[in-house]
């Protein structure tokens, strides 16, 4: 195994034999602005890292990756440099010990270590770091993992024009050389420089003699789309409950939010310098539904600041500690505390969605994990970790009590401020404020893996996988006016295979109301024939958004038809009126037909869905979020059907002169022209079935010349149904990331442009043109794993895995490439598992009738 993936037994090593005291950090960023509108810049920039640490051995290491290592100082002394590219070799060490590291870090383009782009718009450079789980060693030499804490001061050398932001405040600025105060003490990989020309808001939030400084930041370009103001409430919201309900001070000093370019995550946690993707900074018209999402970001990583940052887990084992906490308290805080009190029909519908997917793959694991290693750190950020840990958390706090949970969160923090902790200490804590002995409910929730099945046989629950559920069983009816209200809840313990239960029949019965534990839901046939008909009448949406995601979930187990679900779509997504759960619907319909679906019945399913599709984005009010989600319904399955292409047109080219008197020409001016990323999503479309080329792209790129409109264009380009095209971007995606790629006078593919290529390449589902690479894709597996970083290889690998009608090619890279990195077998093993999934609801599709 490579040195540069680290393993939980060298690190535990290392833990027992040194404490760090502190860290002095120095960085020279000032020529990563290019010096000409030719000039790329530097590719390399000057580190220089002081650390003191007490030891009780006379050798460790230091991690690193980066350009070259220049000079090592110990205790005062110059030392031979022994650098093997990813560790620094100390010997010679005494019980208190002083080491400085000169070396050279590596501008990134992949979201990892210090990142760096430039603005096509007006030619500024921007840098952030991003480092979890392990990538601060891109940037600094530092003992690389989350149990060895401790102070850091940072010093940057940047431009003086420049905003430079780090955990803590600016202690001085003296020119080009920014000073920031120490830190309390947190682990290496929530470490944080972002620097470069940002526009800056400021506010603060108090309480009582507290005072928080509070910047909201982005790209000078996007300074005129940034809502600052309402992220500024949020932010507010937030730090209202959180004091309230944690009783600890927030305790980092001020707290910065930055959105930043190409950014591989939603969002990180870093303390004080929270980092943010630019896609929560709308460009255009955005939906309720976007706004809450955002919300429900900025109140995770909030959360963070005390669980994960104040307290972190000793290994990646305990991930869930800080995110499956940080994800249920942002649906709790969103519903709560701020206007989106749909925050848990969100959550029931979208988080859940994924935990249900991730927890069938054949590598599910329990919410705590064994990570034996950083590269199957990398991949555990995953639907288990966040959302089915949110959701047994959720289920948790039923069990111990609200007012006990939280108890034993204030004691959590207090106990363990500032150091790192295991399952044990949290269930310690939870023991102690409600009394409940957990080892049982933590053995079998925490420690296992798997999702149970409930369904109602008419006498009984039956649920596969069996394990102890508190539900509710709601009975559904239709009131006076004809809309499905609940008339009756029973609530009760579910432990066995089967809990008989009285429930009288209604006209809906769905168990799981008010989504109280972690669970798939079946629907009985006869509470199906009521929703087929009047899904779009349950009146509770939480209740609606239950159903909708019991639908799902039997058409992907192959236990409903896919057109009776289609049907269901068709029928009633129309009438849904929470944006949450009609963009899910959408979503949900159209990747049925293009992966559930037999090929040979595609085509009459495209014909169906765009019918229904063009019908709404015309029905539907103007401008309103209802008109934008079926607007970019209308871009994705325009793909793959070209049917509507004269229409698509006239909404992107109305008319010059026209009169507003015609319903297209208003659809052009009310929505489809002030919103650049619809009309990237409605020309790529376009292309892909054939009807725009490069010179339609030209021009819209000429009234786009973004960073975003560039990334747009890339993938729109790359849509084209050509086999020289195909061609090219496949000899492309195969350069990206590695040292041909460096050399390549049309520069690097960023981690975002990457996407777009594989986006593009794929686009419309055109088998008779990508079906051809699917013996090269794994022929050329183990080579991209090896040449190009994890975050790069993950792109290639899940975005080209070949949709074919038989999992035969997957099957024989499996068993030929027993010996390949662990994460990589990991992603093709689930790649195979959800071209299965496909494959048996196809063929049940596919039935005799």
Known sequence: MSTANLTREDTARRKTEIDVLGYRVELDLRDAAPATATDAGATTFPTRTTVEFAARTDRTWLDFLGARVDAVTVNGLDVPVRYDGARIELTGLGSVNVVTVEARGTYSRSGEGMHRFTDPVDGATYLYTQYE??????????????????????????????????????????????????????????????????????????????????????????APHLDAEEIVEITRQGMDFYAEHFDYPYPFGKYDQVFVPEYNLGAMENPGCVTFTEAYIFRGASTEEQHQRRANTVLHEMAHMWFGDLVTMAWWDDLWLKESFADYMGALVGAEATRFDDAWVAFANRRKAWAYLQDQLPTTHPIVADIGDLEAAKLNFDGITYAKGASVLKQLVAYVGREAFFTGARRYFRAHEFGNTTLADLLAVLEESSGRDLTEWSRRWLETSGVSTLSWDGTAIVQTDPRPHRIAVGRYEPDAAGRLVRVERLELDLVEERTPVDIAPAAVVLLNDDDLTYAKVRLDESSLRTVEEALDR??????????????????????????????????????E???????????????????????????????????????EVQRAAPRSDAQLSWARALAAASAFDGRYADGIRALL?????????????????????????????????????????????DRELADDDTGSGRTAYLRALTSAPDPDVKATVWARIHRAGTQD??????????????????????????????????????????????RRSIELARRFVVGLFPDSESTDDADA??????????????????????????????????RPR
Not at 655 to 678: F, I, M, N
Not at 762 to 783: C, E, I, M, N, W
């Open 813 to 846: 890279w499996l068993t030929d490439n027993g010996d390949a990195p662990a994460a990589l077998r990991r992603l093709v093993l689930e790649q195979r598992d959800h071209l299965a999934r496909a494959l048996r609801a196809r063929a049940r599709s596919d």
């Open 741 to 786: 790629d460096e050399a390549q006078t049309d520069g690097t593919l960023s981690n975002d442009q990457l996407d777009a290529v594989v986006s593009g390449f794929t686009a419309g589902g055109r088998a008779d043109l990508t079906g051809p690479y699917a013996g090269a894709y794994f022929v050329s597996l183990r080579q991209v794993w090896e």
């Open 133 to 222: 789980p392990a990538d601060v060693r891109r940037v600094f030499a530092c003992f690389e993992q989350p149990d060895l804490k401790a102070p850091f001061t940072f010093v940057v050398e940047a431009p003086e024009s420049w905003q430079v932001l780090s955990n803590q405040r600016v202690a001085h600025r003296r020119g080009d050389r920014v000073t920031f105060e120490p830190t309390l003490p947190i682990s290496t990989y929530i470490t944080a420089v972002v620097a470069g020309p940002y526009h800056r808001v400021e506010s603060d939030w108090r309480r009582g003699d507290l005072v928080v400084p509070l910047g909201i930041y982005c790209r000078a370009s996007l």
């Open 538 to 575: 349950i009146v509770d949406p939480l209740a609606r958004g239950l159903v909708w995601s019991a639908l799902w979930n039997a058409t992907r187990d192959a236990e409903l038809d896919v057109d009776r679900y289609l049907s269901v779509a068709r029928r009633h997504a129309p009438a």
């Open 653 to 697: 080219e109305p008319p010059k002169g026209h009169e507003r008197t015609g319903r297209l020409e208003e659809l052009a001016v009310e929505l489809v022209h002030p919103d650049p990323d619809l009309r990237w999503a409605l020309w790529t479309a376009l292309v892909a079935t054939g009807n725009a080329d490069a010179d339609d792209l």
């Open 577 to 615: 009126t929470s944006n949450v759960l009609l963009t899910s619907v959408l979503g949900n319909a159209a990747f049925a037909i293009a992966h559930y679906l037999p090929v040979e019945q595609r085509p009459a399913a495209w014909q169906a869905w765009l019918d229904t599709v063009w019908n």
